[in-house]
């Protein structure tokens, strides 16, 4: 197959162009790149934004919509003496066990965590898959964020925003 000769000085010409382009840009430096701003090869002049969590007693705070459909809730209130958590010692069940949540004016902990998975039965504790509950739920903290999260969540029941019903939907489009 043969080109014609206007066609291969086209491509030439293109090719020298797109190289020279390349060739010219300008470098990026790696501290410009990501949210980190600094060397990404020490940690020596890297610390930390100071974040600022709440400090407000359990049923005093805030309570926060979950960020979408049965997303772990924040934990709106202060952690400091409740941690840290083991199977032995887990101060968040002291008001958020089922059988309390509703005489402090908690918010219980869903039936998922008190449902074993491996032998689909429903337990009349926390599951010991569920025990750790800041492996799932963080502190609300006040820092201002770092980039626009514009996301929207969408919620099919308005019960959705504050309560979990995983548990009932887990097997949802499961065949």
């Given at each position: ?16 162009i797109i ?35 709440s400090t ?120």
């Open positions: 197959m043969m080109f014609s000769k206007k066609t291969l000085i086209a491509a030439a010409t293109l090719t020298a190289a020279t382009g390349c060739a010219m840009s300008s470098n990026i430096s790696e501290e410009s790149l990501g949210l980190r701003k600094t060397d990404l090869y020490t940690e020596n002049t890297t610390t930390g934004d100071k974040t600022s969590y407000v007693a359990a049923g005093e705070s805030k309570v926060y919509e979950r960020a979408f459909e049965n997303a772990p809730p924040m934990i709106s209130h202060e952690v400091e003496d409740m941690l840290p958590i083991t199977i032995d010692n887990n101060s968040c069940l002291g008001c958020h066990d089922p059988l309390v949540a509703a005489s402090v004016n908690a918010t219980p902990v869903p039936k998922s965590h008190l449902f074993d998975m491996r032998k689909d039965k429903v337990l009349a504790t926390v599951s010991n898959a569920r025990y750790n509950c800041t492996q799932c739920h963080a502190p609300q903290s006040d820092n201002e964020p770092l980039v626009e999260n514009t996301f929207k969540p969408e919620f099919r029941t308005q019960n959705g925003m504050k309560h979990s019903n995983l548990l009932d939907n887990l097997n949802e489009g499961v065949q």
